[in-house]
């Protein structure tokens, strides 16, 4: 008779954990998702650039130290873009494949 009662004790507190986390698992479904794009990126074709990029350096803020930069790269058509940097390190002034 007491393995009953605990048995029907269980299976309330868990039933009733499992309502209160409802609420919870519904509002995490209407949260937005990432999604990761898994369009292939093609090879990058080493060729001149045939646009003339502009950088503007504001540094009027000489009291802040405070530079505003603006740069502006000119695109031969409208659309999608894929940007690519290469793996430089932070204090290097080029790619290098060690961390010194």
Request: charged letters at 20%; hydrophobic letters at 50%; proline letters at 8%.
């Amino acid at each position: 008779m007491q393995k009953w009662k605990m048995a029907a004790a269980a299976a309330v507190l868990c039933a009733t954990g499992a309502a209160a986390g409802a609420p919870q698992a519904a509002a995490r479904m209407d949260l937005p998702v990432q999604t990761l794009d898994r369009t292939p990126i093609t090879s990058p074709v080493d060729h001149p650039f045939r646009g003339t990029i502009a950088l503007e350096v504001d540094a009027r803020d000489v009291a802040h130290r405070v530079f505003v930069v603006r740069e502006r790269v000119p695109v031969q058509r409208a659309g999608a873009m894929t940007l690519l940097y290469p793996h430089w390190e932070a204090a290097s002034h080029g790619p290098s494949l060690t961390v010194t």
